[in-house]
């Protein structure tokens, strides 16, 4: 459980996680921050102990430099170790209600973790599948998955626009397909076998059809002559 606050003001904040000792050696070793490091100590005292809360326009003032140069001297001093940065923020929060669990104290039994591998499998699919999809309406994929399955196309979607270029019904156009692609996965057929095996579909509707499934690349045509369902 979380709480998300209204936008609060919360100054930057700095830690020296190194000893006294290790920080002297940086600084003999680092000339270039040497200075920085000492106008920060002199500036705010506990800086050894916890986070002590700073300002970089302050600091600024103090080195003569500008507040987006001592923000970058922080933010390389944090990710080189040297200090903790906290930078100022204002905007809300979200504050953990319950403790955290770590990472380490997580079990998850083998049964929980084949569901939940198989749960995010079928996600991933379902996304590929929306996304390479050439022959459904976007819209219906999408309530598809979430168990709609009465809906119609939604004549707006790019498969959809392609579609309505064809001289054939909804109806038709899935009897054709449904038709001719367990068909041509096992052999390939020439224009006249498949009009021969869809006599009660007028052949134009049936070459429009035929049209579209080669342009969206889901048949191809062998020698110019012979179409087959392309896996």
């Known amino acids: ?11 930057s904040k700095i ?3 190194l000893n006294k000792e290790q920080l002297y050696k940086f600084q003999v070793a680092n000339a270039y921050y040497d200075v920085f490091l000492k106008v920060l100590l002199r500036s705010y005292s506990g800086l050894f102990d916890d986070f002590a809360k700073i300002n970089e326009d302050e600091l600024a003032r103090k080195l ?6 001592v923000v970058k001297i922080l933010q390389k001093l944090d990710s080189i170790d040297v200090v903790k940065y ?11 209600s319950t403790e955290r669990m770590a990472v380490e104290n997580i079990r998850l039994s083998p049964e929980n973790y084949a569901t ?8 991933l699919k379902a996304i590929i599948n929306y996304a390479t999809s050439r022959n459904k309406c976007r819209s219906q994929l999408l309530l598809e998955y ?5 809906v119609k196309r939604c004549g707006t979607c790019d498969i959809c626009l392609e579609r309505n270029k064809i001289e054939a019904n909804e109806i038709e156009f899935s009897r054709v397909v449904d038709k001719i692609k367990p068909i041509l996965k096992k052999q390939e057929m020439d ?3 498949i ?4 006599p009660e579909i007028p052949k134009e509707k049936v070459t429009s059809v035929l049209r579209w499934l080669e342009d969206q690349n889901k048949i191809v045509r062998l020698n110019d002559r012979l179409f087959k369902w392309k896996i």
């Open 1 to 11: 459980m979380f709480i998300l606050t209204e936008p609060i003001y919360t100054p």
């Open 116 to 123: 939940r591998k198989k749960i995010a499998e079928t996600k």
């Open 86 to 96: 906290i930078p100022q923020k204002n905007k809300p929060q979200i504050i953990f």
């Open 64 to 69: 003569g430099l500008k507040t987006e140069e």
């Open 15 to 17: 830690h020296i996680p």
């Open 195 to 198: 009009l021969n095996a869809l």
């Open 146 to 150: 979430f168990s709609d399955f009465n």
């Open 191 to 193: 224009i006249n076998d």
